[in-house]
Nanobody, 113 residues
Framework: VQFVESGGGLVQPGGSLRLSCATS????????MGWYRQAPGKQRELVAAITITGSTNYSDSVKGRFTISRDNAKNTVNLQMNSLKPDDTAVYYC????????WGQGTQVTVSS
């Protein structure tokens, strides 16, 4: 199982980024997927999840600003992040919530003026 996250970077408050996670090694289409983040000195947290049927859930901290989506043909899961805040600064990861396999390297998102 492999997760390869990309799309992070440095962005000003109020800006947007689109993260992508390429997956391999498992039957992507039969698993719910999630995006997680870990800020310095804090525990990793689940911020967005999407079911195999496309239903979505978000943490209160990102609801209304982030949108998770999946492409079963490409085995990828994406995270559109709008109206970014400094508190969104973290390393972002994807994984399967019911399995939590080995983590990828993540992608750094830094929100700063």
């Amino acid at each position: 199982v492999q997760f390869v996250e990309s799309g992070g970077g440095l962005v000003q408050p109020g800006g947007s980024l689109r993260l992508s996670c390429a997956t391999s090694g498992f039957a992507f289409r039969i698993y719910n997927m999630g995006w997680y983040r870990q800020a310095p000195g804090k525990q990793r947290e689940l911020v967005a999840a999407i079911t195999i049927t496309g239903s979505t859930n978000y943490s209160d901290s990102v609801k209304g600003r982030f949108t998770i989506s999946r492409d079963n043909a490409k085995n990828t899961v994406n995270l559109q992040m709008n109206s970014l805040k400094p508190d969104d600064t973290a390393v972002y990861y994807c994984n399967v919530p019911s399995r939590l396999w080995d983590w990828g390297q993540g992608t750094q998102v830094t929100v700063s003026s």
